[in-house]
Protein backbone atom coordinates (compact mmCIF):
# COMPACT_ATOMS: atom_id res chain seq x y z
CA UNK A 1 0.00 0.00 0.00
CA UNK A 2 1.16 3.09 -1.40
CA UNK A 3 2.24 5.68 1.99
CA UNK A 4 2.81 9.59 2.36
CA UNK A 5 6.32 8.35 3.06
CA UNK A 6 6.70 7.22 -1.20
CA UNK A 7 4.84 10.27 -2.03
CA UNK A 8 7.67 12.40 -0.42
CA UNK A 9 10.08 10.09 -1.95
CA UNK A 10 8.82 10.60 -5.33
CA UNK A 11 8.50 14.09 -4.83
CA UNK A 12 12.02 14.66 -3.53
CA UNK A 13 10.29 16.57 -0.60
CA UNK A 14 10.14 15.88 3.14
CA UNK A 15 7.51 13.48 4.82
CA UNK A 16 6.21 16.87 6.90
CA UNK A 17 6.49 18.68 4.01
CA UNK A 18 4.23 16.42 1.95
CA UNK A 19 2.17 16.14 5.01
CA UNK A 20 1.81 19.79 4.61
CA UNK A 21 1.08 19.90 1.21
CA UNK A 22 -1.84 16.76 1.44
CA UNK A 23 -3.63 18.77 4.48
CA UNK A 24 -3.35 21.85 3.32
CA UNK A 25 -1.43 23.40 5.44
CA UNK A 26 1.84 25.40 6.06
CA UNK A 27 3.22 28.21 3.70
CA UNK A 28 4.54 25.87 0.97
CA UNK A 29 5.57 27.31 -2.53
CA UNK A 30 2.99 26.38 -5.79
CA UNK A 31 5.96 24.53 -7.97
CA UNK A 32 6.89 22.47 -4.41
CA UNK A 33 2.82 21.60 -3.96
CA UNK A 34 2.59 20.83 -7.59
CA UNK A 35 5.45 18.00 -7.29
CA UNK A 36 4.21 16.66 -4.78
CA UNK A 37 0.42 16.41 -6.13
CA UNK A 38 1.42 14.90 -9.23
CA UNK A 39 3.53 12.31 -7.16
CA UNK A 40 0.53 11.65 -5.00
CA UNK A 41 -1.82 11.20 -8.36
CA UNK A 42 0.86 8.78 -10.21
CA UNK A 43 1.11 6.70 -7.24
CA UNK A 44 -2.53 6.71 -6.75
CA UNK A 45 -2.28 8.09 -3.01
CA UNK A 46 -5.22 8.30 -0.96
CA UNK A 47 -4.97 9.89 2.90
CA UNK A 48 -6.00 7.13 5.76
CA UNK A 49 -9.32 9.19 6.58
CA UNK A 50 -9.29 6.91 9.57
CA UNK A 51 -5.85 7.03 10.88
CA UNK A 52 -6.34 10.82 10.53
CA UNK A 53 -9.37 11.46 12.14
CA UNK A 54 -8.12 8.94 14.87
CA UNK A 55 -5.15 11.11 15.30
CA UNK A 56 -7.36 13.95 15.90
CA UNK A 57 -9.59 12.28 18.28
CA UNK A 58 -12.47 12.62 15.61
CA UNK A 59 -14.93 10.53 13.73
CA UNK A 60 -16.61 13.09 12.05
CA UNK A 61 -19.45 11.52 12.31
CA UNK A 62 -22.86 12.22 14.65
CA UNK A 63 -24.67 9.48 16.16
CA UNK A 64 -28.59 9.87 16.53
CA UNK A 65 -29.69 6.89 18.98
CA UNK A 66 -33.63 6.60 18.36
CA UNK A 67 -36.16 4.54 20.21
CA UNK A 68 -37.09 3.19 16.76
CA UNK A 69 -37.43 3.99 13.01
CA UNK A 70 -41.23 3.18 12.10
CA UNK A 71 -44.15 5.80 11.52
CA UNK A 72 -43.97 9.09 9.84
CA UNK A 73 -42.93 11.06 13.34
CA UNK A 74 -39.89 9.29 13.44
CA UNK A 75 -39.44 9.44 9.61
CA UNK A 76 -39.73 13.11 9.58
CA UNK A 77 -37.06 13.61 12.50
CA UNK A 78 -34.79 11.88 10.18
CA UNK A 79 -35.40 13.23 7.75
CA UNK A 80 -34.96 16.55 9.22
CA UNK A 81 -31.37 15.36 10.57
CA UNK A 82 -30.68 13.64 7.52
CA UNK A 83 -31.13 17.02 5.15
CA UNK A 84 -29.16 19.22 7.46
CA UNK A 85 -26.38 16.99 8.13
CA UNK A 86 -26.01 17.32 4.04
CA UNK A 87 -25.08 20.73 4.69
CA UNK A 88 -22.16 19.72 6.49
CA UNK A 89 -19.17 17.82 5.79
CA UNK A 90 -20.24 15.11 8.79
CA UNK A 91 -21.32 11.59 8.29
CA UNK A 92 -24.89 10.64 9.91
CA UNK A 93 -24.88 6.74 12.13
CA UNK A 94 -28.52 6.19 13.00
CA UNK A 95 -28.59 3.40 15.75
CA UNK A 96 -32.48 1.87 16.75
CA UNK A 97 -32.62 1.22 20.41
CA UNK A 98 -30.73 -2.03 21.21
CA UNK A 99 -27.11 -2.82 23.15
CA UNK A 100 -25.06 -2.24 20.43
CA UNK A 101 -26.17 1.67 20.23
CA UNK A 102 -25.40 2.03 23.63
CA UNK A 103 -21.69 0.71 22.98
CA UNK A 104 -20.98 3.08 20.23
CA UNK A 105 -22.54 5.61 23.15
CA UNK A 106 -19.81 4.48 25.59
CA UNK A 107 -17.06 4.54 24.08
CA UNK A 108 -17.69 7.48 22.12
CA UNK A 109 -17.42 6.50 18.54
CA UNK A 110 -19.47 9.30 17.11
CA UNK A 111 -18.46 13.21 18.01
CA UNK A 112 -21.99 14.05 18.80
CA UNK A 113 -24.85 12.39 19.63
CA UNK A 114 -28.33 13.03 19.03
CA UNK A 115 -30.65 11.09 21.99
CA UNK A 116 -34.40 10.12 21.15
CA UNK A 117 -34.16 6.96 23.32
CA UNK A 118 -35.83 6.88 26.84
CA UNK A 119 -34.09 3.58 27.77
CA UNK A 120 -30.70 5.30 27.96
CA UNK A 121 -30.50 7.07 31.65
CA UNK A 122 -30.01 10.18 32.48
CA UNK A 123 -26.74 9.48 34.54
CA UNK A 124 -25.10 7.64 31.37
CA UNK A 125 -25.37 10.73 29.14
CA UNK A 126 -24.45 13.32 32.28
CA UNK A 127 -21.39 10.76 32.70
CA UNK A 128 -20.38 10.94 28.87
CA UNK A 129 -21.27 14.51 27.92
CA UNK A 130 -18.22 16.47 27.68
CA UNK A 131 -17.17 19.39 24.85
CA UNK A 132 -15.33 16.47 22.72
CA UNK A 133 -18.76 14.75 23.21
CA UNK A 134 -22.14 17.22 23.63
CA UNK A 135 -25.08 15.47 23.62
CA UNK A 136 -28.68 17.03 21.60
CA UNK A 137 -31.71 14.92 24.00
CA UNK A 138 -35.09 15.08 22.23
CA UNK A 139 -36.82 13.45 24.99
CA UNK A 140 -36.10 14.29 28.58
CA UNK A 141 -35.24 18.11 30.16
CA UNK A 142 -31.80 17.35 31.23
CA UNK A 143 -29.13 20.14 30.99
CA UNK A 144 -25.62 20.48 31.56
CA UNK A 145 -22.79 22.87 29.65
CA UNK A 146 -22.53 19.98 27.50
CA UNK A 147 -26.38 18.67 27.45
CA UNK A 148 -29.02 20.43 25.33
CA UNK A 149 -33.09 19.29 25.68
CA UNK A 150 -34.33 20.67 22.20
CA UNK A 151 -37.84 19.73 23.28
CA UNK A 152 -41.63 20.67 21.71
CA UNK A 153 -43.18 23.35 23.48
CA UNK A 154 -46.22 20.76 24.43
CA UNK A 155 -47.54 23.28 26.98
CA UNK A 156 -48.12 25.87 23.55
CA UNK A 157 -50.88 23.78 21.97
CA UNK A 158 -52.12 21.88 24.77
CA UNK A 159 -53.75 25.02 26.27
CA UNK A 160 -55.19 26.18 22.70
CA UNK A 161 -56.59 22.63 22.21
CA UNK A 162 -58.24 22.71 26.02
CA UNK A 163 -59.41 26.36 25.40
CA UNK A 164 -61.04 24.89 21.84
CA UNK A 165 -63.06 22.28 23.66
CA UNK A 166 -64.37 24.45 26.84
CA UNK A 167 -64.88 27.19 24.83
CA UNK A 168 -68.16 25.19 22.92
CA UNK A 169 -69.29 24.19 26.31
CA UNK A 170 -67.94 21.13 26.67
CA UNK A 171 -67.38 19.92 30.83
CA UNK A 172 -66.93 15.82 30.76
CA UNK A 173 -63.54 15.67 29.07
CA UNK A 174 -60.77 13.02 29.48
CA UNK A 175 -57.56 12.47 29.19
CA UNK A 176 -55.99 9.41 26.98
CA UNK A 177 -52.14 9.03 28.78
CA UNK A 178 -49.10 7.42 26.67
CA UNK A 179 -46.11 5.57 27.80
CA UNK A 180 -45.52 5.95 31.26
CA UNK A 181 -41.97 7.33 30.91
CA UNK A 182 -42.21 9.12 28.34
CA UNK A 183 -41.60 13.42 28.88
CA UNK A 184 -43.75 14.88 26.00
CA UNK A 185 -46.56 12.27 27.69
CA UNK A 186 -46.52 13.84 31.08
CA UNK A 187 -46.21 17.75 30.42
CA UNK A 188 -49.19 16.93 27.30
CA UNK A 189 -51.06 15.55 30.90
CA UNK A 190 -49.95 17.76 33.60
CA UNK A 191 -50.97 20.88 31.27
CA UNK A 192 -54.26 19.66 29.77
CA UNK A 193 -55.30 18.98 34.11
CA UNK A 194 -53.85 22.04 34.90
CA UNK A 195 -56.18 23.46 32.62
CA UNK A 196 -58.63 21.98 33.70
CA UNK A 197 -58.50 22.78 37.50
CA UNK A 198 -58.48 26.14 36.64
CA UNK A 199 -61.66 25.96 35.54
CA UNK A 200 -63.10 23.27 38.52
CA UNK A 201 -63.16 20.58 35.96
CA UNK A 202 -62.73 16.78 37.06
CA UNK A 203 -60.54 14.89 34.30
CA UNK A 204 -59.93 11.02 34.54
CA UNK A 205 -57.25 10.14 33.20
CA UNK A 206 -57.10 6.32 31.11
CA UNK A 207 -53.70 4.55 30.43
CA UNK A 208 -52.81 3.87 26.80
CA UNK A 209 -49.01 3.20 25.80
CA UNK A 210 -49.21 5.59 22.37
CA UNK A 211 -50.68 2.53 20.16
CA UNK A 212 -53.39 2.86 18.02
CA UNK A 213 -54.28 -0.19 19.60
CA UNK A 214 -54.18 1.24 23.19
CA UNK A 215 -56.64 3.70 22.48
CA UNK A 216 -58.93 1.59 20.78
CA UNK A 217 -59.05 -0.69 24.19
CA UNK A 218 -59.31 2.30 26.55
CA UNK A 219 -62.83 3.51 24.42
CA UNK A 220 -63.78 0.08 24.57
CA UNK A 221 -63.30 0.09 28.18
CA UNK A 222 -65.20 3.49 28.83
CA UNK A 223 -67.91 2.23 26.82
CA UNK A 224 -68.21 -0.73 29.02
CA UNK A 225 -68.55 1.61 31.95
CA UNK A 226 -70.58 3.67 30.03
CA UNK A 227 -69.77 7.40 31.82
CA UNK A 228 -68.86 8.46 28.50
CA UNK A 229 -67.79 11.80 28.10
CA UNK A 230 -68.14 14.57 25.62
CA UNK A 231 -64.62 15.52 24.49
CA UNK A 232 -61.46 13.08 24.92
CA UNK A 233 -58.00 14.58 24.33
CA UNK A 234 -55.68 11.87 23.10
CA UNK A 235 -51.93 12.34 24.02
CA UNK A 236 -51.30 11.19 20.12
CA UNK A 237 -52.74 10.77 16.84
CA UNK A 238 -52.28 7.27 17.32
CA UNK A 239 -53.99 6.51 20.20
CA UNK A 240 -56.83 8.87 19.00
CA UNK A 241 -57.35 7.08 16.03
CA UNK A 242 -57.83 3.82 17.42
CA UNK A 243 -60.05 5.50 19.88
CA UNK A 244 -62.52 7.25 16.87
CA UNK A 245 -62.29 2.95 15.34
CA UNK A 246 -63.72 1.84 18.44
CA UNK A 247 -66.57 4.66 18.48
CA UNK A 248 -67.50 3.58 14.48
CA UNK A 249 -68.30 0.32 16.06
CA UNK A 250 -70.49 1.85 18.81
CA UNK A 251 -72.13 3.82 16.16
CA UNK A 252 -71.19 6.92 18.13
CA UNK A 253 -69.49 9.62 16.06
CA UNK A 254 -67.27 12.45 16.58
CA UNK A 255 -67.64 15.38 17.43
CA UNK A 256 -71.93 15.02 17.94
CA UNK A 257 -71.32 12.22 20.29
CA UNK A 258 -67.40 12.40 21.49
CA UNK A 259 -65.46 15.31 20.39
CA UNK A 260 -62.14 14.24 19.94
CA UNK A 261 -58.34 15.47 19.64
CA UNK A 262 -54.83 13.90 18.78
CA UNK A 263 -51.38 15.22 19.06
CA UNK A 264 -48.71 15.30 16.29
CA UNK A 265 -50.75 15.65 13.15
CA UNK A 266 -49.43 12.58 11.17
CA UNK A 267 -50.53 12.38 7.79
CA UNK A 268 -53.44 9.82 8.61
CA UNK A 269 -55.09 12.60 10.69
CA UNK A 270 -55.95 14.30 7.96
CA UNK A 271 -57.31 11.12 6.07
CA UNK A 272 -59.75 9.51 9.11
CA UNK A 273 -63.62 10.61 9.10
CA UNK A 274 -64.10 12.81 10.20
CA UNK A 275 -60.96 14.88 9.81
CA UNK A 276 -58.70 14.47 13.01
CA UNK A 277 -58.20 17.40 15.45
CA UNK A 278 -54.90 17.30 16.16
CA UNK A 279 -51.41 19.09 17.47
CA UNK A 280 -48.61 20.17 14.99
CA UNK A 281 -45.10 20.74 15.53
CA UNK A 282 -42.40 20.39 12.75
CA UNK A 283 -40.89 17.33 13.59
CA UNK A 284 -38.33 18.42 10.42
CA UNK A 285 -37.53 21.20 11.95
CA UNK A 286 -36.83 19.35 15.32
CA UNK A 287 -34.29 17.57 13.79
CA UNK A 288 -32.70 19.58 11.62
CA UNK A 289 -32.21 22.10 14.89
CA UNK A 290 -30.61 19.67 16.71
CA UNK A 291 -27.90 19.05 13.75
CA UNK A 292 -27.54 22.90 13.63
CA UNK A 293 -26.81 22.86 17.58
CA UNK A 294 -24.55 19.92 17.42
CA UNK A 295 -22.14 21.22 14.61
CA UNK A 296 -21.84 25.30 15.83
CA UNK A 297 -20.77 23.45 19.41
CA UNK A 298 -18.36 21.18 17.16
CA UNK A 299 -16.96 23.21 15.03
CA UNK A 300 -17.37 27.09 16.31
CA UNK A 301 -17.52 25.92 19.89
CA UNK A 302 -20.96 28.40 20.23
CA UNK A 303 -22.33 27.30 23.63
CA UNK A 304 -25.62 25.64 23.27
CA UNK A 305 -29.18 27.19 23.23
CA UNK A 306 -32.12 25.70 24.38
CA UNK A 307 -35.15 26.74 23.46
CA UNK A 308 -38.29 24.71 21.81
CA UNK A 309 -39.88 23.96 18.60
CA UNK A 310 -43.33 25.34 18.71
CA UNK A 311 -46.58 23.52 18.59
CA UNK A 312 -49.90 25.13 17.71
CA UNK A 313 -54.07 23.43 17.82
CA UNK A 314 -55.23 22.38 14.35
CA UNK A 315 -59.10 22.19 14.82
CA UNK A 316 -60.69 20.07 12.19
CA UNK A 317 -63.84 18.15 12.13
CA UNK A 318 -63.46 15.42 14.85
CA UNK A 319 -63.75 18.64 17.65
CA UNK A 320 -65.58 20.94 15.95
CA UNK A 321 -69.07 21.21 16.67
CA UNK A 322 -71.38 22.51 14.25
CA UNK A 323 -73.61 26.65 15.66
Sequence with gaps: MTTIRDVAKRAGVSVTTASYVLNQKGAISDATRQRVMEA???????PNAFARNLKKRKSHTIGVFISRFGGSFYEEIL?????????????????????SPRRMLL????????????KIPNETLLKLAASRFPIVVLDRPLHSDFIVPLLLDNPQGVRQAFQHLYQQGLRKLAFVAGATDSFDNAERMDTFLGEAHKHHLQVPVFQGNFTEISGYEVAQAIFKVGDVPDGVFCANDQMAIGFLRAMGERGLRAPDDIALVGFDDIPLSRRTQPPLSTLNGSRFEWGAAAVRQLIHFLDQGIPFQPHRIPTRFIARQSSTLQG
Excluded: K, M
Excluded at 40 to 46: G, K, S
Design 40 to 46: ATELNYH
Design 79 to 99: EGIHNSILETDYELLVCPESR
Design 107 to 118: YRQVDGAIVFDS
